[in-house]
């Protein structure tokens, strides 16, 4: 008999009684060893890693890690976003689709035809008829967004003229604010747009640019990061800025002016924690002391996942006694997404996997034999 023949009722046993490193060791032994503790896989936030050169995806969570294989996915397929348990995602031929990783679903949605966004995102759940997607592109002085909501089959474009590189959109994903869409531009700049009523009107335009909303000239130049963040149940836009020469984090709160938008500095987030990256980020009131007033970046230090600080001003990892003021050394998986497990199995059916709705074969072999 060997280790993977073992009774799993006895192996189930087994990890609830191990420290951090050997569980880890135990998923490591064989891939039925690795399911168990993977079987654990909750509902809490977790990293994972997509490691391509071994078609696996390593996941972190409460400082453990697992792999989880996803062979539906092409290796090569690129997230662009995690949201509500689901996953955005392109393949090779620049397709986007739907992935829920949690019940291997996926929804088939059209694909810009003229344009490829650098940033895209969608908000609400893609089974909802409320979902929608946006993307940004900019290139010299203009701005093109695009967008598609449920059960449409075609993408919607608007253009806009602006000054040269008056706004340069940054990879942080958007967020969905009292009825528009912020994007966040490389240097700190804001643009709004109103998808409900997109139009051309010069007097009302649906795309609006606010420029130096950072106070700093020389922040504005130094910023490498750009995280935006819209905590659950808060009212307020947060802004996580990590800069070149200093290598710092600095956060910051969204405050509407005269005509204008300003970033104030932030120096406490109370009882909320952030988890950042380029293709997620969420925040929301920690439900533990030690997990308050935080930040995690898809950095490790070593083989452990590293957090900043705002009580210390620096940054830490869960296990042993290390800190560091700057983010010299740590390994960077700027892709690497965040993503919350469904508490339940959403039991979806077929008709909630389609986009828009689908043309009956029968009615078109009428048509043609009419």
Not at 48 to 74: A, C, G
Not at 214 to 219: A, F, G, N, Q
Not at 310 to 328: C, M, P, V
Request: net charge negative; with cysteine; charged share 25%.
């Amino acid at each position: 008999m060997g280790w993977s023949d073992m009774l799993e009722e006895l192996l189930d046993l087994i990890p609830p009684n191990l420290i951090t490193k050997d569980k880890q060791s135990f998923s490591l032994v064989c891939r039925s060893w690795n399911a168990i503790v993977a079987s654990s896989y909750h509902h809490a936030p977790c990293l994972m890693i997509n490691q391509r050169s071994k078609h696996t995806w390593k996941v972190y969570q409460h400082q453990n890690f697992f792999y989880k294989d996803y062979p539906e996915l092409d290796n090569n397929a690129v997230i662009h976003c995690s949201k509500h348990g689901w996953w955005l995602m392109s393949d090779d031929d620049e397709d986007l689709f739907f992935f829920n990783p949690s019940y291997n679903r996926t929804i088939e949605i059209p694909s810009p035809i003229r344009t490829t966004y650098s940033t895209i995102t969608f908000f609400h759940p893609p089974t909802s008829a409320d979902c929608f997607i946006v993307g940004i592109h900019s290139v010299l002085n203009y701005v093109d967004i695009g967008s598609l909501k449920h059960g449409e089959n075609e993408w919607k474009s608007y253009e806009k003229s602006t000054k040269r590189y008056i706004f340069r959109e940054s990879l942080a994903p958007p967020v969905l604010h009292r009825g528009l869409v912020y994007f966040l531009g490389m240097e700190g700049n804001i643009a709004t747009f109103d998808i409900t009523n997109p139009t051309f009107d010069i007097t009302n335009p649906s795309l609006k640019i606010f420029t130096r909303c950072i106070k700093t000239r020389r922040l504005r130049f130094h910023i490498t990061e750009h995280f935006l963040v819209k905590p659950k149940g808060e009212d307020v836009i947060f802004a996580v800025f990590a800069t070149h020469d200093e290598r710092e984090v600095r956060v910051y709160r969204l405050v509407e002016k005269s005509e204008c938008f300003l970033w104030e500095p932030v120096e406490d987030l109370g009882d909320m924690v952030f988890f950042v990256s380029n293709t997620s980020c969420f925040g929301y009131t920690g439900n533990a002391e030690n997990m308050a007033n935080r930040i995690y970046f898809p950095r490790f230090h070593g083989d452990d996942l590293v957090f900043y600080s705002l009580k210390t001003r620096k940054f830490h990892t869960f296990k042993g006694d290390f800190s560091s003021e700057k983010s010299y050394g740590f390994k960077r998986f700027d892709f690497a997404i965040w993503h919350i497990p469904p508490p339940t199995d959403p039991q979806l059916s077929e008709e909630l996997l389609e986009w828009y709705p689908q043309e009956d074969d029968d009615d078109e072999d009428d048509d043609e034999t009419a």
